[in-house]
């Protein structure tokens, strides 16, 4: 049975400190953040036309959240699926949704490739164990990646435009607001990763986990305001 399986990954915080049936407690707690993430931007933004990219995204949110606090609970393989693949997912619709806004149609082939990926991380922990986690980072990598080079060009896409809008004005401080955001979670978790031995007491994970979900809720905010713009553009007959 595959939820028998132990995790591929166990990560710096020490297990069973605090609980003998929560293996990691701060990076489970943490987990909350996620969910709450989703429910805050939902229950405090109105989605443009229940927009379905969103609305998933949101699900999927809510979903990593759990997975998240079912995974540092138990650091079962089964549960580590359950955080991994709707990260997976979540990035594939970001990229979607990227598209959708730049008016581009999704490549059969890259459909394609996104199943194999999937497919290939749930089976290479019966194959090669040790490379699972890293073979998940790469492909989530490669996602974020892709979805920054994909941001950059709506954003040049709205430094063409001449006029004030207050919802212009947001994207460009939610930008900031990101940047900051997402460049003071990459330093943690390679201190987390690299540093364990000597930061494991300060639970830079967690951190992390706290972080992501505030650097997804002004993402999202940034994207619901983007797809607010195409709207509008679109009943004044702009190009965006």
């Given amino acids: 049975m595959i939820l028998h399986y132990n995790s591929s990954i166990n990560w710096c915080e020490p297990d069973y400190?605090?609980?003998?049936?929560?293996?990691?407690?701060?990076?489970?707690?943490?987990g909350l953040s996620l969910i709450y993430s989703s429910y805050y931007f939902k229950k405090n933004?109105?989605?443009?036309?229940?927009?379905?990219?969103?609305?998933?995204?949101?699900?999927?949110?809510?979903?990593?959240?759990?997975?998240?606090?079912?995974?540092?609970?138990?650091?079962?393989?089964?549960?580590?699926?359950?955080?991994?693949?709707?990260?997976?997912?979540?990035?594939?619709?970001?990229?979607?949704?990227?598209?959708?806004i730049l008016n581009v149609d999704l490549n059969e082939m890259e459909s394609v490739i996104r199943l194999v990926t999937l497919y290939t991380i749930i089976f290479s922990y019966f194959i090669l164990p040790e490379y699972q986690v890293l073979l998940f980072m790469l492909s989530f990598t490669v996602c974020v990646v892709y979805i920054l080079f994909l941001l950059i060009k709506i954003n040049k896409k709205l430094d063409q435009v001449t006029y004030y809008d207050y919802r212009i004005y947001r994207i460009k401080k939610y930008n900031k607001i990101i940047s900051y955001i997402f460049i003071s979670s990459f330093i943690i978790w390679i201190l987390d990763s690299s540093f364990c031995y000597y930061v494991q007491h300060l639970h830079f994970h967690s951190t992390w986990h706290i972080l992501t979900s505030i650097g997804l809720y002004y993402l999202n905010s940034i994207f619901n305001e983007m797809l607010h713009l195409k709207t509008y553009f679109k009943s004044v007959k702009y190009s965006f």
């Fill in 45 to 100: 933004n109105q989605i443009i036309n229940d927009n379905s990219f969103i609305t998933k995204i949101l699900f999927l949110l809510y979903v990593v959240g759990i997975g998240t606090i079912l995974f540092h609970s138990t650091l079962l393989y089964f549960f580590q699926l359950f955080d991994e693949i709707p990260m997976l997912l979540m990035a594939f619709n970001y990229i979607d949704l990227c598209k959708s």
């Fill in 17 to 30: 400190v605090y609980f003998s049936f929560i293996a990691e407690f701060w990076n489970s707690i943490s």
